[in-house]
T-cell receptor, first 112, second 109 residues
Framework: NAGVTQTPKFQVLKTGQSMTLQCAQD?????MYWYRQDPGMGLRLIYY???????DKGEVPNGYNVSRLNKREFSLRLESAAPSQTSVYFC???????????FGEGSWLTVV | KNEVEQSPQNLTAQEGEFITINCSYS?????LHWLQQHPGGGIVSLFM???GKKKHGRLIATINIQEKHSSLHITASHPRDSAVYIC???????????FGTGTRLQVTL
């Protein structure tokens, strides 16, 4: 999807390791989101950010931290990865009210 | 109880059939989105609604704000419509985005 770039696309971690998922958008959007998708569970919101410097917890924030240092980038950090965090992670962004949501292509994370 | 409920969870249809997917939500919203996810993961936005009805090709989306309900209709369904369709709502001053669990649609020849 044009406009939202997330990295890495695939990652295997050992339990206890840390890593950061990066997300960047070039559409000057205010709102950015991180969510995870698990089989049979749908998309669940981890954290979101309405603007630079602000973040809010979603449905499943435990075990994650986020950072919105500028308008363009919103990173998701796993400080001590657990097998329960094996999932597909998607980043999304949205402009002002009435704008379409744009999604990154997803990051497949496996914690062993 | 989830803030956003979709039905049905799974749907199988024959080519040409008229399809309806429903979404109900329990919170005040500023907008509702219908999304499509094909196998392989890519997610695209189909519609954004805050009132009334929108049409794009064979897809029609409606919303009733008073009843907190939206529907996505597909006319003359085709196998290429096979995908997961997801309803998402925007709520709160911080534009929280909450998803339904999705409806898996399979259209057969």
């Amino acid at each position: 999807n044009a406009g939202v770039t997330q990295t890495p696309k695939f990652q295997v971690l050992k339990t206890g390791q840390s890593m950061t998922l990066q997300c960047a958008q070039d559409m000057n959007h205010n709102s950015m989101y991180w969510y995870r998708q698990d089989p049979g569970m749908g998309l669940r919101l981890i954290y979101y950010s309405a603007s630079e410097g602000t973040t809010d917890k979603g449905e499943v924030p435990n075990g994650y931290n986020v950072s919105r240092l500028n308008k363009r980038e919103f990173s998701l950090r796993l400080e001590s990865a657990a097998p329960s965090q094996t999932s597909v992670y998607f980043c999304a962004s949205r402009g002002r009210a009435g704008n379409t949501i744009y999604f990154g292509e997803g990051s497949w994370l496996t914690v062993v | 109880k989830n803030e956003v409920e979709q039905s049905p969870q799974n749907l199988t249809a024959q080519e040409g059939e008229f399809i309806t997917i429903n979404c109900s939500y329990s919170v005040g919203i500023s907008a509702l989105h219908w999304l499509q996810q094909h196998p392989g993961g890519g997610i695209v936005s189909l519609f954004m609604l805050s009132s009334g009805k929108k049409k794009h090709g064979r897809l029609i989306a409606t919303i009733n704000i008073q009843e907190k309900h939206s529907s996505l209709h597909i006319t003359a369904s085709h196998p290429r419509d096979s995908a997961v369709y997801i309803c998402a709502v925007i709520s709160g001053t911080a534009s929280k985005l909450t998803f339904g669990t999705g409806t898996r649609l399979q259209v057969t020849l």
